[in-house]
């Protein structure tokens, strides 16, 4: 029987959320070179897919954040996610910015959110880590209560869970870079000597590429 971890990495693969190119790696907005791209934004356009996003979320909280008042989503890529997982548990939404706005009433939360509210933040995709745990940050100082993070994915970056561990922060994931890289080599996505590749990868993000 596959783990849900599988299921979900071949769903981002189908769908081509998560796109693999060893041999000529993407750049991301950070100029880090990588060998792979994910765009969870795509899921949305999938209303099977999407389904068993937002109820898998929706199932890890309620399994171990049972005690959760308010779903709180990270802007941008999340809102969605953080909506859809609300309305299936029946909870209020809010919406949280990495920063401020620079403009208007400079807010960073969106949304009613009552002082020592038990919150749960939903997030799409998990790298460094660094813009989600600003909007935890954020919400702590607001005098909320987070008890975790849940997200599609992770690359599952030494750096990541340092800083999350740092931060006190739990996250849980539908699936990671491992399970991912592991499922396209076997669903063929990929070929045996580009696995070593991929493996490199996610060790020295930041490098790789540039030696």
Request: proline share 4%.
């Amino acid at each position: 029987m596959e783990t849900q971890e599988k299921i979900i990495a071949k769903l981002l693969l189908d769908i081509k959320a998560v796109r693999l190119s060893p041999d000529n790696p993407f750049t991301w907005a950070s100029g880090w070179k990588s060998p792979i791209y994910c765009d969870n934004r795509k899921i949305y356009s999938y209303p099977k897919q999407r389904k068993l996003i937002y109820k898998s979320l929706a199932r890890i909280i309620e399994k171990y954040y049972p005690e959760v008042d308010v779903i709180a989503g990270v802007a941008t890529g999340a809102i969605g996610w953080g909506a859809l997982v609300a309305e299936e548990l029946g909870k209020p939404f809010i919406y949280v910015r990495p920063k401020p706005k620079d403009h208007g009433t400079f807010s960073q939360i969106e949304g009613e959110l009552t002082k020592g509210a038990n919150v749960v933040v939903v997030e799409d995709l998990i790298s460094t880590g660094n813009s989600s745990l600003s909007v935890v940050n954020a919400l702590l100082k607001e005098g909320s209560n987070v008890l975790g993070m849940v997200a599609v994915f992770s690359y599952n970056f030494d750096m990541a869970r340092r800083s999350f561990e740092y931060n006190n922060c739990e996250l849980r994931t539908l699936t990671t870079y491992d399970a991912l890289i592991e499922q396209a080599l076997s669903c063929n996505y990929i070929k045996d000597n580009e696995i070593e590749t991929l493996k490199e990868w996610r060790y020295r993000p930041e490098i790789w590429g540039q030696i």
